[in-house]
């Protein structure tokens, strides 16, 4: 089955500064990456996806990137506040009409003031 | 308004009860989903329903038992706990199952199985 892969665990970063979380993954099916953010000790909170009929998609400060021949795929934070601290999880469906989401371990970011 | 309800927030449960997970979504949705947030595990899909009909299951235990009175409620069923039962239990719901749409989730039941 899929498999992604968060590949920080943590990153901290300075007010202002820019982060960046990459995520790869195995199944060449998937064709949707979501991304989520969980504060301390409530729900996941959907910030941003990418399908892939696209390599690029902005929202306001953040940014992903899809490289779907590296199955691999990430999210770009500029700009950061003290608000973007939290967990960051991505995500890939797996194809065909489960729905089912393949989530990564998480990235704790900390914007450091 | 919250447009998912999980109920209850939290739960304690003793080894070998059975409890029910509540959740409603009223976000007109036609998918609904149950994942399951350990420390031990990333989040870890469980259930997909689409028009209460069941889509996939990827628990490997039949104590887990969604059931969906309604298109926009989907409880979850847990027979005879274990205490590595214990977890976050959240439940989402999307447009629809195959769509690639966003999938939107709940506060989450907390379960402490002793």
């Known amino acids: 089955g899929e498999k992604v892969e968060q590949h920080e665990s943590t990153l901290s970063v300075r007010e202002g500064d820019s982060a960046v979380i990459n995520c790869t993954y195995t199944d060449t099916a998937s064709s949707y990456f979501p991304w989520y953010k969980q504060e301390a000790g409530k729900s996941l909170h959907f910030v941003i996806d990418?399908?892939?009929?696209?390599d690029r998609k902005q929202s306001q400060r953040l940014t992903v990137l899809l490289d779907k021949k590296a199955k691999r795929f990430s999210l770009h934070i500029t700009a950061t506040q003290p608000e973007d601290s939290a967990i960051y999880f991505c995500a890939a469906d797996t194809g065909g009409l489960s729905g089912k989401l393949t989530f990564g371990e998480g990235t704790q970011v900390t914007v450091i003031s | 308004d919250p447009k998912i309800i999980q109920k209850p927030k939290y739960l304690v449960a003793v080894t070998g009860s059975e409890k029910i997970l509540i959740c409603e979504q009223y976000?007109?949705?036609?998918?609904m989903y149950w994942y399951r947030q350990s420390a031990k595990k990333p989040l870890e899909f469980m259930f997909s329903y689409s028009y209460q009909k069941l889509m996939d299951n990827q628990t490997a235990s039949s104590r887990f038992q969604p059931q969906s009175s309604k298109k926009n409620h989907l409880d979850l069923q847990i027979t005879a706990l274990k205490p590595d039962d214990s977890a976050t239990y959240f439940c989402?719901?999307?447009?629809?199952?195959?769509?690639?749409?966003?999938?939107?989730f709940g506060p989450g039941t907390r379960l402490l199985v002793l």
């Open positions: 989402a719901s999307s447009l629809r199952t195959g769509g690639k749409d966003t999938q939107y």
């Open positions: 976000l007109g949705h036609n998918a």
């Open positions: 990418i399908r892939s009929n696209v």
